[in-house]
Structures are given as C-alpha cells and as structure tokens.
C-alpha cells in the first residue's frame, strides 16, 4: 500500500504542476532537474519517496526530446528510489501525430515512445486528447485517457451562443468523432471539411460537408500546430457562408507562424487549454483555459482506486 501522493515535475511546464499541487494539497517533492556541462540531463530527488505513490507531470512539449528525456529519467530515478507506483501524468503527448505507417519507410513515433516510458519502469500513463485513440493500445500498462471536452463546453455553453445559428466543424475526415461528441453536448449541428494534404505539413482545403451558412461556425480540433489547417478551413467556412467562426482545440502547439496566421485569418477566438506552455505566445484572439482541475482530480481518484470515467458520464 502506498505513503500517500508525492508530485514532482521537470521543467517543461511548472505552472501546470503548481496548479495540480494547489489543487490537490500537496507540495511539489523536492527534485533537481537540471543539465551536465555537455547538456545531458541531470537528475536527483531531494526526499524520501520509498512506497509513495509518485506522479510526474511533464507534458512532452517543444522541445520535445529535452522534455521526453527529463521525464524518462525522472520515472527510472523514482523507480530505483522504491516508490511503489509511479504514474506519467503526460498532459500533451508528444510523437503522437506518426501513429502509423502512412508511407513507406517512416517510423511509428507514438509506439516507440510508449515503449520508452514502459522500459523506464512507468507503472501507468494519465494523458489527455490523445492524437488517436488507438495510441493506448500501444502500451502494455494501464492508460487513463482525459478529454479536454467538458472545459471547453463549458466555456462555450456560458458565451450562450444561439443552438440553431451554431455548427460544430470536423476540420477533417479524421476528427468527425471528437466534434459529432461537442456538437451532442451542445445541441447543435454538425459539418465536416473536406481536406487534401498537398504534404506531410501543407493542407489544401476542398470544400465544406454540411449547412454553414448563416451560421456560426466552431471548429473542433484535438491541437493546433502552425494553424495553416485552421486558417484553411476557416477561410472555407466564410467562403461558404458562416457569419462567424471560432475555434477550440485541446492542445495549443502554435509553432512557428502560427500567431501571425492566426492574427489574419477570419477565426475571432481560439480556445485552447494550458497542456502547453505558451512561453509567451500571445494574442488577443487566444483564450487559454486551465485543464489542472481535471488532471488532479484524475490523480485522486487513481490513488484512491476510483472510476475515471465518472469524469465524463
């Protein structure tokens, strides 16, 4: 049986990790993540965790290899120290987008980095809008898959949007499921976008499935990356006849141009969670909403050997 709850973090989203500790009671453990001179990744915990329940929040985020090694190394170390069960508590899971063997001769990232966490000694994974869901089956140990869902219904059911002037939009064939599930909890009416990758990372986007005009159009994404699917899709939607359109994804990647694109595409709001850190990306059309509530309920329940899925009946 377990010492009780111990939190620790690396460095890639301490904001996150002080919210889930102030949320739950409990301190951060005392733990030094930090670099050799060569930029190999140093690790020590500070206090004694032999028979504690230990979780590690670390969002394998940009820079990715940094955070992915900070948190393999955080679980072998806990692992060595006797903790009794260590859980990664991976907000965004970085890798996830190669799922499978698209093309010939490409790697299966997401499986790779699930054996990667096994072999470091994870007990279990708490991660949240997984890229697919078939990425659980990847593991050999027990996953706990969140959804950023019900916070972000929650933020449009209190704009009280008008039910018939609303659509929830599919930006692809791909992401039918998550926006058929927003669009039930909101009562509204459902489109899909007809999308043709052009490459890997360019989007051209064909033509919108569905009734949008005169409508205001929601996107629904699981992350938004440059924002060049987005701005795509949203231009569509326009084109088609919405009168507005706002976005909301899980994940707030925003690489490269995307607070430019965004800042000139047709989309007023983009909502997203904090499963990032924006390191100081920021625009006036970007609302970032806390997920550290229902990752810390998450983990109280896990310790406490309760259902997960009450979280979303």
């Not at 453990?29 to 929040?57: S, T």
């Not at 009168?243 to 965004?262: F, Q, S």
Request: charged residues 25%.
């Amino acid at each position: 049986m377990s010492a009780g709850i111990k939190l620790f973090t690396g460095n890639a989203h301490r904001d996150l990790a002080k919210e889930i500790a102030k949320f739950l009671k409990v301190p951060l453990g005392e733990a030094m993540v930090g670099r050799f001179p060569d930029g190999e990744v140093d690790v020590k915990i500070y206090e004694n965790v032999r028979g504690a329940d230990c979780f590690v929040i670390q969002p394998t985020s940009c820079p990715a290899n940094d955070n992915l090694m900070e948190l393999l190394l955080l679980v072998d170390a806990l692992r060595r120290a006797s903790a009794w069960r260590v859980t990664a508590v991976i907000p965004y899971y970085g890798y996830g987008r190669q799922d499978r063997k698209a093309e010939p001769r490409v790697p299966i990232s997401a499986k790779l980095v699930a054996n990667l966490l096994s072999a470091a000694g994870t007990h279990r994974v708490l991660t949240m809008d997984l890229h697919a869901g078939q990425i659980q089956g990847f593991f050999d140990i027990p996953v706990d898959h969140l959804y950023a869902n019900p916070v972000l219904i929650e933020y449009f059911k209190k704009k009280k949007l008008i039910n018939d002037k609303v659509v929830v939009v599919s930006p692809d064939a791909g992401g039918v499921e998550r926006a058929r599930a927003f669009a039930k909890r909101l009562k509204t009416g459902l489109a899909i976008i007809d999308k043709r990758r052009l490459s890997p990372h360019e989007a051209a986007v064909m033509h919108v499935v569905g009734e949008v005009r005169g409508r205001v159009a929601l996107i629904i994404d699981d992350l938004v990356d440059t924002a060049g699917t987005l701005v795509k899709a949203a231009q569509a939607l326009k084109d088609s006849g919405a009168t507005r359109v706002l976005a909301a994804a899980a994940h707030g990647v925003l690489a490269g141009p995307a607070i430019e694109r965004l800042n000139a595409s047709p989309v007023e709001e983009l909502v997203i969670t904090n499963s990032i850190p924006l390191d100081g990306k920021s625009t006036e059309r970007l609302k970032v909403l806390s997920v550290a509530p229902i990752l810390g309920e998450a983990i109280k329940r896990i310790h406490d050997e309760r259902s997960i899925s009450e979280l979303f009946v």
